[in-house]
Each structure stands twice: as structure tokens, then as C-alpha cells.
T-cell receptor, first 112, second 114 residues
Framework: AQSVTQLGSHVSVSEGALVLLRCNYS??????LFWYVQYPNQGLQLLLK??????LVKGINGFEAEFKKSETSFHLTKPSAHMSDAAEYFC??????????FGQGTRLTINP | DTGVSQDPRHKITKRGQNVTFRCDPI?????LYWYRQTLGQGPEFLTY????????KSRLLSDRFSAERPKGSFSTLEIQRTEQGDSAMYLC????????????FGPGTRLTVT
């Protein structure tokens, strides 16, 4: 069975600082990995995905993530945080194009 | 661009009442998913359809829950005899079948059972 662990339920960074949100997964077969963002009282918006190919994937709003099979990780980064990045971020794994299994989420706070 | 829509956005009901939610997927998407999200948690899978066929149901989907997608377009999720533990955000998502096709989420229906 697949599972996702997001390290840190709450991350706080200063505006302009590096954002690093950690995600580790467990899967018996090569996974498909996703990061979604959720703003208050809204649905989820896809930031980026990894299916096959290049292990460094770029997404919207300046975010990127690197798939590291040996570390079973898919950490999300952004070089310079902006106030508008404050939101809840979810890492998810799926087998093929079926159900998503989500982590518990990381709330990102940006300090001015 | 019409994304995934859900109706209603908010529902307050008394314990023991039945409620029904509707989801309209992106028009060309043949897969439709339901998830439940409780406060401070990630979404949890409930069920999904490919066209009108319900292909998988989670153990979370007790016999009080039923979902349909009668013509392979919109879907409904009904909860009978609601309990306070049913209070959550119910999210719908849609996608194309096939590898690499991401799921697009609607805004959710927030259910409060009093």
C-alpha cells in the first residue's frame, strides 16, 4: 500500500527566503507524485507532478520538486518566498491514474 | 473555462437527516473521484467512477454513503442518517483516464452536522 509522510505540519519562512517542504513516500512500485496547494475554503490546485522522465520537475508559481528514488523523497522548493505563497500544501502519491493518497499537509506561513 | 463545480458549497444539517451533494466534472473528463477532508488533515479517497461505472470504494464509504454517476457526466454523493462525524469537506475531482493525467478538484462542499 502507498503512503505519504510530510515532515512538519507547519513551516514558517521570511519573505524572500527559501521554501522547503518535505515529502517522503512509500510505494511498492514506481509511483506518480504530486504536490497540490489549498487556499482557505477552496479546493486543491495542482502545483506540479512527476510521472516518468526528468526527476526535477518545475511547476507553477516558481515551485519545483525533485524525485529521489533512493531517498523515497519528493521535496518541494521555491527559491524566494512571496506573501501569496501562504497556504496549505499537500503531497500525494498514486499508482497510475487512480486514487490519490495524500499526506497530512504542511501549512506554510510567510513572515514579512 | 469551466472547471469542476460542486453544489452546494455549504450544508448545515441536523443529525439523522439525509443530504445529497452534486459534482459536475470538466466536460471531457471520464473519471470522477470523491474525497473527504476533515480539519487539519489531507483528503481521503472515498470512491471513483470511470464513465458511469463505480470502480473502487474505500472502506470509509459505509453503507450510509452512496454515490452515483448515472449518465457518466455529473455525480451525486448521498449520506443517509447523518452523524456528527460526517462533518467534513467533501471534494470532487475529475480527470481523463490514463497515465499522467492529473486530477482537477472542485471547491468542495462543507458539511456541518449539528
Amino acid at each position: 500500500a502507498q503512503s505519504v509522510t510530510q515532515l512538519g505540519s507547519h513551516v514558517s519562512v521570511s519573505e524572500g527566503a527559501l521554501v522547503l517542504l518535505r515529502c517522503n513516500y512509500s510505494s511498492s512500485v514506481p509511483p506518480y507524485l504530486f504536490w497540490y496547494v489549498q487556499y482557505p475554503n477552496q479546493g486543491l490546485q495542482l502545483l506540479l507532478k512527476y510521472t516518468t522522465g526528468a526527476t526535477l520537475v518545475k511547476g507553477i508559481n516558481g515551485f519545483e520538486a525533485e524525485f529521489k528514488k533512493s531517498e523515497t523523497s519528493f521535496h518541494l522548493t521555491k527559491p524566494s518566498a512571496h506573501m501569496s505563497d501562504a497556504a496549505e500544501y499537500f503531497c500525494a502519491v498514486s499508482l497510475g491514474a487512480q486514487k490519490l493518497v495524500f499526506g497530512q499537509g504542511t501549512r506554510l506561513t510567510i513572515n514579512p | 473555462d469551466t472547471g469542476v463545480s460542486q453544489d452546494p458549497r455549504h450544508k448545515i444539517t441536523k443529525r439523522g437527516q439525509n443530504v445529497t451533494f452534486r459534482c459536475d466534472p470538466i466536460s471531457e473528463h471520464n473519471r470522477l473521484y470523491w474525497y473527504r477532508q476533515t480539519l487539519g488533515q489531507g483528503p481521503e479517497f472515498l470512491t471513483y467512477f470511470q464513465n458511469e461505472a463505480q470502480l473502487e470504494k474505500s472502506r470509509l464509504l459505509s453503507d450510509r454513503f452512496s454515490a452515483e454517476r448515472p449518465k457518466g457526466s455529473f455525480s451525486t454523493l448521498e449520506i443517509q442518517r447523518t452523524e456528527q462525524g460526517d462533518s467534513a469537506m467533501y471534494l470532487c475531482a475529475s480527470s481523463l483516464a490514463g497515465v499522467g493525467y492529473e486530477q482537477y478538484f472542485g471547491p468542495g462542499t462543507r458539511l456541518t452536522v449539528t
